[in-house]
Structure formats: C-alpha cells, structure tokens
C-alpha cells in the first residue's frame, strides 16, 4: 500500500524517481493539485521511460512540464473521443429499446421462451429510480441502461441468430454500425472497456497499454483490441491532429509494452 503524499512530497519523489526538473515550482503545485498525480505520471511515463532495472522504471533527465504536455495531449484525445463514442452509444440503445420493445411487447411470433429470457435480463439490470420491470414500457427501462448491462440485450440476440426472427432484429439494430458481426461481443465488451475508462478520468495511454492477453502462466501485455477500439471509434469523426497524437501515443505505447514484457520474459 503506498502513502498518502502531500504535493510538495510528489514534487520531491519525482525529482528523486523519475529524474524530472520542476522550473515553477509553484505552477507545478497547482498542476499536480488540479490534475491528480497518479493520472499525469502514469499517463506520461509511457513516454518517458526509457528501460527496467530490479523492477524500477528508469527515466533520462527531463522537465516536468514535458510530462504535463503529454498528459494535456491525452486530455485533447481522449476529451475528443468522448462525442463519437456517446453518439455512437445513444443510437445503440435507442434501437435496442425500439426493438427489443417490439420483441417483448408485440411479436407475436416469436417463441414466449425467448421473451421470458429477453424480460430476465431486464429485470435483473434493476435500473434505478423505476418499479421492477414487469414487461410495460420497455423502452424507457432499457433507455435508462447501463451500457454494459444494454449489450447484455445484443448478445442474447448475437447467441440466438439462428432464430431467424431474432436475426431480422438483430441486423436492424447493427444496421450501418460498421460492427463485424462475427465478432460483435468483443467489439461491445472492448468499446464499453474504453467508454469506462474515458469517463472515469482514466488517461488514454493507460488504457492503450494495459490490455492481457495469453494463458494464465503465460500472461502479457498488448494492445491490438484497444488500438482497433479506439480505431473505429475515430473513424466515425476523423481529424489528423488527433489522428497524429494518436499515432504517437501508440508508437510509445508499443515501446513501453515491449519494455514491460521483456522485464517480465526475464523474470521468469
């Protein structure tokens, strides 16, 4: 468990850890208060580090307002990302609560089993500030979803396209999306990963650089799935500045991963 610093001791930590000048002192204090710690170091260190010794990070010599930059690039993208994934996520659930309304509430053909599990999921996303959902107004229950409880909804449909009432449904709600239908549930589990991360202030080249893959005793970090998240999400709304920081972020991204799990291929 790691103390509680007081920012005149992250000033000294980072002088004495992460080899880093402060010119301003004061400004510094200011930054560091009104920016968090943990977010500006964490999110810059994917540049700056340059190896790994005994499990230590080791930097070259460098300013603090270099860091502090590079962590107001991840705030651009990151900030910039946020339009095309909420747009994004309300045509999704209002074609979701269209549909999967119409499924519960008005087809008459399809299987009343079906509709017993369709109404289950509903019912245990226990949405706040509504009565137990009884099969009324569907609409605004799902309207009123979490993101990762809405797709809950798709991949019961994805599990059950051999229904073909059920695909029918299901093609109308990714009409148009660009999804890869053969691989719908990673995309929704990898975008709501990033949606989560973007709207809890956690900064982009984290979450580049986090992702796990490989067997239990064979782990190690990567970032494919999170680049092709973030890929089709700026897709949706191109812009070369960001698309230039993004390119940055993923050429440092690449080299911090390789640094992380050369340290953890040593280890073992």
Known sequence: ??????????????????????DNISNSRKILLDNNYYNIISCSKIKF?????????????????????YYLKDIEVSNYLMKPLLDFERILNSRVSYYIGKIIEED?????NFKNDLSEIIYKADIKNLPKYNRHETWKYITKMEFGKMKKLIFFLDENKENNLLNNYLEKILLNLDLDKSKIKNQLNELNNLRNNLFHFTPLNIYICY?????KNNKKLTNTKR?????????KCPNKKIELIKEEFYKNSNKFI???NSQNKNSD
């Open 1 to 22: 468990m790691k103390n509680f610093k007081s920012i005149d001791s992250q000033i000294k930590y980072l002088k004495e850890s992460k080899n880093i000048n402060f």
């Open 49 to 69: 580090v340059n190896g790994i010794r005994n499990g230590k990070h080791l930097y070259n010599k460098s300013n603090f307002r270099d860091w502090f930059d």
């Open 108 to 112: 008459k053909y399809i299987d009343s």
């Open 211 to 215: 992702g796990i893959s490989g067997k």
């Open 227 to 235: 680049k092709k998240a973030i890929n089709f999400i700026l897709k």
């Open 258 to 260: 390789k640094i992380k």
